[in-house]
């Protein structure tokens, strides 16, 4: 048996995307999570909580790479800073994180989470790749699909995303954890940047029901950075190349959706 690679969040909507992937690539798995989970060939699962350090020592045994896709609205740093000194102990020899594209450039605590989580990794001794990555499709949709359901529609004046297919963050990530420590490696991003109205249009025009809207200001140093478009990716990223019409088919074609593709931190 090869040593596994050790996945935290590899139950979440990207780790799931992700953990077939490297299976298919000839690499075992270790999956950490916080619930009982079951074992499939070449999978196994270790329970622990990163934020609360428990479970660690024992899902870091004989492993070499880990990549480190836990993430939830609190304690991102604590939780990677606890991961990092874990595998530093351990012996790891490539730790790869995933980030939120523009993590230093937002003044809002989960983007401040985030840089901090990419300095813990920095900053831990063990050689590391970071990518950068922005929201994907399933984060944007439920914002757009509850804004669309409003019968007077705020609109965040200003506010652009480039939302990215999971698969192909999965993909991007599976190169970079079977690839050497690479440091900051180019930001993934989707291939549009698209502003409020578009989204909303977009998703609306099948469903026939387009509600009067009105635009919102977003307040304070978040709302100034968001309509300079700090949120965004620069030229240096790679994009992605299916959009959000091409999501928002495959989800209208998709008969039953597992609950577990809706939970999803941005
Ligand atoms: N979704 C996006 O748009 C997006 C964009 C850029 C970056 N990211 C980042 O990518 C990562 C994965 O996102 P995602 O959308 O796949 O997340 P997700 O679907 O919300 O899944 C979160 C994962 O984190 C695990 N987790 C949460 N707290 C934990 C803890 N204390 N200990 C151990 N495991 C814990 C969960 O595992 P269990 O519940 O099984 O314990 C689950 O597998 C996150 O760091 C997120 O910030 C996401």
């Known amino acids: 048996m090869n040593a596994p690679i050790l996945v935290t969040g590899g139950t979440g909507t ?37 934020v609360a350090g428990t479970g660690l020592v024992e899902a870091l045994a004989g492993v070499r790479t880990v990549l480190h896709l836990a993430g939830g609205p609190k304690g991102d740093e604590v939780a990677t800073r606890n991961l990092a000194e874990a595998a530093r102990a351990a012996g790891v020899d490539h730790l790869v994180v995933i980030s939120v594209v523009a ?14 989580s990419e300095r813990a990794v920095a900053e831990s001794g063990v050689p590391w790749t970071v990518l950068r990555a922005a929201q994907l499709h399933e984060f944007v949709l439920p914002v757009i699909r509850g804004l669309a359901r409003l019968p007077l529609t705020p609109v965040p004046r200003g506010l652009r995303v480039e939302p990215v297919h999971v698969e192909e963050v999965a993909a991007r990530l599976v190169e970079v954890t079977l690839g050497d420590p690479a440091g900051r490696v180019p930001d993934i991003a989707g291939p549009e940047v698209l502003d409020i109205p578009h989204l909303l249009d977009a998703y609306t025009e099948p469903h026939g029901r387009r509600y009067p809207r009105f635009p919102l200001r977003i307040p304070g140093a978040a709302g100034r950075a968001y309509r300079a478009g700090d949120n965004l990716a620069d030229a240096s990223a790679v994009r992605g190349r299916r959009g959000w019409a091409d999501f928002l088919a495959e989800e209208a074609a998709m008969p039953a959706v597992p609950a577990v593709r809706r939970r999803t931190t941005p």
């Open 103 to 116: 993590a230093d450039r937002v003044p809002v605590g989960y983007y401040r989470a985030k840089a901090a």
């Open 14 to 50: 990207i780790g799931q995307r992700v953990v077939p992937l490297l299976l298919a690539a000839g690499e075992d798995v270790r999956i950490l999570t916080r619930h009982p989970g079951q074992d499939a060939p070449g999978v196994e699962h270790r329970q622990g909580d990163i």
